[in-house]
């Protein structure tokens, strides 16, 4: 442990931390929407320090044999070198795959999207809707930047123009969106000796004993867990973790 | 016959350069030219593993290159180093190297890492523009400070800084340059299309030429961050 997060240790037993956030305290939430160009859909958070960009790309494919009416989703969060020293180049890191797959779920388990809509032509012709999240500045941990980041890039996707059944580049994309039916929000909620915090720094992320990524949707209930970290969680745990990821994921909807 | 977005050939898109908005970074910088822009990230001097890539006389330079999958105006990019990223990585490389001294630091590596998230053309010459700020902001010595501008042919006339419709257009030219503006000297140059000697020196005077007011924009941008400090610290003295 380095000092300063021994220092962090110290502080949070007392009730505080290092940036004199509250434990239940998400750090600035700043958004901005459709910012790249070339995307068809695209949005740029910045939690702090941590930062991200999402995109999203709708290309033509064929569906999958088991649902011939419906298109099909994919997303992936690459950790870039460029965004913190502990990333290397090469194949996507065991850690990125976690993000990927729990942002994967909440949108998937959430039903926000009809993939119905996402149907061109029954059997034949599908869009394929491919997300993709990259952090510029990582700190802390990239689960709730990564879903927010991602449903803030859906709401402003639009299709892309076809010419004979293929995307046709060149022209100006549609003004049609597809209907976002829900806004599943993702709030991650930390246990740090016998505390409960949201939103931690890359210095607080060592302290983690144990984690509990919670996906809740618009009317409360909830749709995707993921318990990570080293520590075994009791119920009493977990209650008091889902109380609290309510009540962050109902603030963070008032602010979007 | 003059160009689609009405600019004089020798004049380049509309600039945006910053410095340092990667905080995890030792230096960092974006670079904005048009439509297409790069962010880069300089970690370092670190350790160089393995072992036996290290050079005991002086650091190593290393670049990455890659564009981020939703920044074409086509498909999908897969992640990851496809082929053209990592000739890219190499060119950039060489593009630098000979400006940056690396001598204080043996046995290390200083990593560049280039990302590009929306592309117009031109976006290894705007990758090049932020890697060489932010190797600047990381405080590494430096003889100058690199800049490179993608010049070429349409329409038979020599340009500069071409959008992806000119270089996608019939019998275009591309030839992206990187000059060290304080000798002239050329530290990157590439060239696809067809050309004659005489337009192939105009389109490198062309380059020489607008390189001295891309330089002024990188350098201000440097100049930002540590007026925008100083300016924070007499505020600060006098509270």
Known sequence: MNPVQQYSTKLISEGRRLDGRKFDQYRDIVIEKGLVGPADGSARVRFGNCEVIAGVKLSVGTPFPDTPDKGALMIEVEFLPLSSQEYESGPPSIDSIEVSRVVDKCIRESECINMKDLCIEEGE???????????????????????????????????????????????????????????????????IGNEFLVDITADEKKLVDARLGVTVLEDESICALQKGGDVALSSEDIDKMLSLALNKAKELRERL | MSR?????????????????????????????????????????????HPK??????????RCYYSMMPFSGVGERIRPGPNRRAKEISLVTEKALLPVVDLSDYPNAVVDVFIEVPQADAGTRCAGICAAAMALA???????DIPVSIACGLVNGEVVADLTYNEEASEGAVDLPICILPRTGEITLLQMDGKISKEKLMEAIELGKKVSHDLAQNLRNALLEKYIDLDNNHNKEDTK
């Open chain 2, 137 to 143: 902001d990381a405080g590494l010595r430096m003889k």
């Open chain 2, 52 to 61: 036996f890539l290290q050079n005991p006389k002086t650091g190593v330079l």
């Open chain 1, 125 to 191: 012709k599908v869009w394929i809707l491919s997300i993709d999240i990259v952090p510029i500045n990582s700190d802390g941990d990239l689960f709730d930047i990564s879903s927010l980041a991602t449903l803030i890039a859906l709401e402003n996707t639009r299709f892309p123009a076809l010419k004979n059944g293929v995307v046709d580049y060149k022209a100006e994309s549609t003004k049609n969106k597809f209907s976002l039916l829900q806004k599943p929000i993702l709030v991650t909620v930390y246990k």
């Open chain 2, 4 to 48: 689609e977005d009405g600019r004089a050939n020798n004049h380049l898109r509309e600039i945006t350069a910053k410095v340092g908005i990667i905080k995890n970074a030792k230096g960092s910088a974006f670079f904005k030219i048009g439509k297409t822009a790069a962010y880069a990230a300089v970690y370092g001097p670190r350790e160089l």
